[in-house]
């Protein structure tokens, strides 16, 4: 009987045991509508353009932030001083397959719709006019220069402009 209840109980054991594992490398599961972007703090919620940072400080317990695009996730990754560790990751969403894929190996493309309007899709192909993902960095803090999506404040027109400064009083705006 003895051996009869370990060859129940065995299996179980194994599986629980299993269960309580915490993965230290790759993308995790997003709760999609029920997660917040760590930068923007906009619901991740579009399977298509999603990103997720895996790090931590040195000597610190690796930790998955997750995005609603990958603008988000490259901009908020390049303020944290352990960006450089080996333990960092970047996972970002195929807006094809909406399958993860490691971000520093993806190809991107130019799209209209994303969540914060950086205007990437990621991809495993590369296709003509496709950027790598130093090209697409570059692109996000270019999209982030002329759009300043995060801060709240008007973006101002520069002198040549027939408009003159928009500040927030609106006492400069010419009509």
């Not at 909406?98 to 994303?114: F, G, H, P, Q, R």
Request: with cysteine; aromatic share 12%; charged share 30%.
């Amino acid at each position: 009987m003895k051996y009869f209840s370990f060859l129940l109980f065995f299996p179980l054991f194994l599986l629980l045991s299993a269960c309580g594992k915490e993965q230290t490398t790759g993308p995790v599961d997003v709760r999609w509508d029920r997660e917040i972007c760590a930068r923007c703090a906009m619901a991740v919620s579009d399977h298509k353009f999603a990103a997720e940072v895996r790090g931590a400080r040195k000597n610190k317990k690796a930790k998955v932030y997750k995005f609603d695009d990958v603008g988000c996730a490259v901009i908020w990754l390049d303020q944290q001083n352990w960006k450089n560790d080996a333990r960092t990751e970047i996972w970002v969403k195929s807006h094809k397959t909406e399958k993860w894929i490691d971000a520093k190996k993806a190809w991107y493309v130019e799209l209209k719709n994303t969540p914060m309007d950086y205007g990437l899709g990621a991809q495993k192909e590369k296709v003509e006019g496709a950027l790598n993902f130093e090209q697409a960095r570059k692109h996000i803090y270019e999209v982030e220069q002329r759009f300043n999506p995060h801060t709240g404040k008007p973006r101002t027109i520069d002198d040549s402009s027939p408009e003159k400064d928009l500040t927030n009083d609106g006492n400069n705006v010419k009509k």
